[in-house]
């Protein structure tokens, strides 16, 4: 009768594998969710980022354990604490680069609209810092068209859509 259980995996080969495996998975939601219109592009840019850093943590720790590395305990380390804040920030920018908070604030009362009515602003905040051509951006970028990427509505920076002729 053996000892060792089907899952123990001291050396971290099975977990390091499977971990790659979610990371690249994990990867493709920002893209996903600003190709099928749910967020931004600007989400697939910030998001895409965050991913890819924990994907490449993950690929590092599967190569140190696969090879038996004696870092391989400080890379799963580094994995484990890149992991924790991952899922609030993520969900965040997706809260952040939402498409639906400029239509909720204009409709909305109360709790509701003071949120939207927040992220509507950090939306238009983020669109002045867009390097893309914009019309609420800075002096150099302020050559008018739409960014893809931006989070804000152009309406919403465009100072000649808001006075009303």
């Known amino acids: 009768v053996s000892t060792q259980s089907t899952w123990d995996d001291s050396s971290g080969k099975r977990s390091s594998r499977i971990s790659c495996g979610y990371a690249l998975a994990l990867a493709a939601v920002p893209w996903a969710s600003a190709a099928t219109g749910v967020t931004t592009w600007m989400f697939a840019i910030d ?28 890379e799963a380390q580094k994995v484990f604490k890149y992991s924790l804040p991952l899922l609030p920030l993520l969900l965040f920018c997706m809260a952040l680069h939402s498409r639906i908070w400029v239509d909720e604030h204009e409709g909305g009362q109360g ?11 950090l939306q238009q905040v983020g669109s002045m810092v867009c390097p893309h051509p914009n019309p609420g951006a800075s002096a150099p970028n302020v050559s008018g068209g739409e960014c893809p990427t931006c989070p804000a509505d152009p309406k919403l920076t465009d100072p ?6």
Not at 48 to 59: E, I, K, V
Request: hydrophobic content about 40%; some cysteine; overall charge positive.
């Open 111 to 121: 709790l509701k609209s003071l949120v939207s009515g927040h992220l509507a602003w």
């Open 160 to 165: 000649a859509s808001t006075s009303g002729d």
């Open 47 to 74: 998001g895409g980022a965050m991913t890819a850093l924990f994907a490449l943590a993950c690929n590092r720790w599967r190569k140190a354990a696969r090879n038996e590395d004696p870092s391989r305990v400080k």
